[in-house]
């Protein structure tokens, strides 16, 4: 190794980048996180004692799913006041704690905004469902009935059957792409804006780093109400469209996706600019996403990321992901990704591109080294450090309305939110005193942080080294990425930034050991857990990766 390449090692990469662009964030799902109190669900207070863990794994920030005050009908993510902490989850004042223990161990924080809808106990909509005169009136979504009294539009809800409510008093319908307790706001509304960012600038003002927007191109709907049209099922279905439910059939170039988008984003980042060193990353499903990704990041006036779903599907193969890669970046041109393999919403990665007939751990290794050598900045989700797998639930032990409407077809998302194992023998894992929200798997327990903390060959001691090393590599935190390639389930691709080493990158995604040819002078850098030999020709055993320099 040379000595520029050594000097690069000592310290980590910094520089005049802003502190999102090639960050590591570490996803938390507050109820099954860490209960302090011993109700059975995870809180705010439980994140604060588990800072030092998350610290120690090396990422830069945390994300936290919502944690505002709601009647949880879909998991804090019907909000029914934006500026208050459900009691389930503490108060503003552990909050507050949370925040700047974070800071105090470096840790940026970033908090879930979903603002496209409310809860219908929200006090905007309570007024608003009354009448069509009240101050308010117009905040959320309404539209008069067709002649024979049925829905205004075609559109569909995103778990299922229409997408419009019946409000007696107002004798209209309202807008609800999710649940039917989950009403669309106005956009079309300057009020509705205007009292949204003052939603942001509340938290901005207690110490906020940024903001993870929900559904972030499902803003403005089509003001002329028109009907979506069929779509073609030999395309590829949309993130958001679950088998068995009628999502999918349609294009949803009407209830979503509108232009006003941009203009929206454009304000919202407007007043994250007026504060330092703050970021916006929006969550874009679609069937299009990656060229909604491009269009909501270029420039300087939008997101600052978006967040990807390309690697949140069940195929895994080297050529998908290196169409995906390419794709992305065709679209994307100037923007800044956010890569992800497991979040709240899917099945765990550790299942979902597990090969059963294999040891799971160099899977699970290989899967978080590519991960971390994608251009970009990556999300982990709680867990995910573990090898934590999809837990298997039954249906009596269900919480999601999304599973439980579509069950069996669907077994909906409480499979990725069961409790984090921290202690492998105390009851539930050590996550809470009393009996979880979830239950916690015996497979998870094996899995437990205080398990893996002290063995050297262990998912959360690779995690924390591949971590801790990428962020010395600065061709890999905020490099550029090329030749992406991929051959006989061999995935390749090159990082370089000037003034530094390229970095060739490679990963063996098949289940037998495999050669190939690497440029001559290539070497074996220091990464953690690297399987690979070089002598010749790269070696690589099943499920091994490589990064190589001196190309």
């Known amino acids: 190794m040379n000595n520029t390449t050594q000097a690069q090692e000592q310290q980590p990469v910094k520089g005049n980048q802003p502190w999102w662009q090639g960050a590591t964030i570490y996803q938390i799902y507050p109820r099954s996180f860490y209960d302090s109190n011993g109700d059975g669900i995870g809180d705010l207070a439980g994140i604060g004692q588990k800072l030092g863990y998350i610290a120690s794994l090396g990422v830069d920030a945390i994300w936290i799913s919502p944690f505002f005050k709601s009647p949880m009908k879909d998991f804090g993510y019907d909000i029914s006041d934006y500026r208050d902490v459900d009691t389930i989850f503490g108060s503003l004042a552990d909050c507050q704690a949370m925040i700047n223990r974070a800071h105090t161990l470096g840790l940026k924080v970033i908090i879930d905004k979903v603002v496209s809808h409310t809860s219908d106990q929200h006090p905007w909509f309570q007024q608003s469902r009354q009448n069509k005169t009240n101050p308010k009136s117009d905040w959320y979504v309404w539209a008069e009935p067709k002649p024979d009294g049925t829905p205004p539009t075609n559109w569909q809800s995103v778990f299922g059957g229409s997408a419009w409510e019946w409000e007696p008093r107002r004798k209209q319908y309202y807008l609800h792409n999710f649940l039917s307790s989950q009403p669309d706001l106005n956009y079309h509304n300057d009020e509705v804006q205007q009292q949204i960012l003052e939603e942001f600038r509340f938290w901005l003002d207690l110490g906020i780093d940024g903001f993870r927007l929900d559904t972030a191109n499902y803003y403005y709907h089509d003001a002329l109400l028109r009907d979506n049209p069929p779509r073609d099922q030999s395309l590829k279905p949309s993130f958001m469209a679950t088998s068995g439910t009628p999502y999918g059939y349609q294009e949803h170039i009407y209830d979503k996706n509108r232009p006003e988008n941009i203009l929206w984003l454009q304000r919202m980042r407007a007043l994250l600019d007026s504060y330092q060193d703050r970021m916006l990353v929006g969550e874009i499903g679609d069937s299009d996403a990656e060229s909604l990704m491009g269009e909501y990041t270029r420039g300087n006036d939008r997101l600052h990321m978006a967040y990807s779903f390309q690697f949140l599907t069940t195929r895994h ?3 998908f992901i290196c169409a995906s890669i390419r794709q992305l970046e065709d679209s994307i041109q100037d923007g800044w990704p956010t890569w992800a393999m497991s979040n709240h919403d899917v099945p765990r990665v550790a299942s979902r591109w597990l090969n059963p007939q294999y040891d799971p751990l160099p899977q699970n290794k290989l899967h978080l080294a590519l991960l971390i050598a994608l251009r970009g900045s990556l999300c982990i989700y709680n867990g995910e450090e573990l090898g934590l797998t999809e837990a298997e639930l039954t249906y009596e032990q269900l919480q999601d309305p999304y599973g439980i409407t579509f069950w069996p077809d669907f077994k909906g998302r409480d499979g990725c939110r069961t409790p984090m194992p921290w202690h492998r023998h105390q009851p539930h894992a050590g996550f809470s005193k009393q009996s979880p929200w979830l239950p916690v798997p015996p497979e998870h327990q094996q899995l437990a942080v205080d398990e893996q903390h002290g063995n050297a060959d262990s998912m959360l001691s690779f995690s924390r ?50 050669t190939l040819t690497v440029p001559a002078g290539a070497k074996l850098m220091s990464a953690p857990g690297q399987p690979a030999k070089l002598d010749q020709q790269l070696d690589l055993p099943a499920f091994g990766f490589a990064f190589l320099e001196g190309l």
């Open 317 to 319: 193969d080297a050529d």
């Open 465 to 514: 080294q591949i971590i801790q090393w990428r962020k010395h590599q600065p061709q890999l935190c905020i490099g550029d990425i090329s030749a992406v390639d991929a051959q006989n389930n061999i995935l390749s691709f090159r990082r370089t930034l000037p003034h530094h080493t390229e970095i060739l990158c490679v990963f063996n995604l098949a289940a037998n050991s495999q």
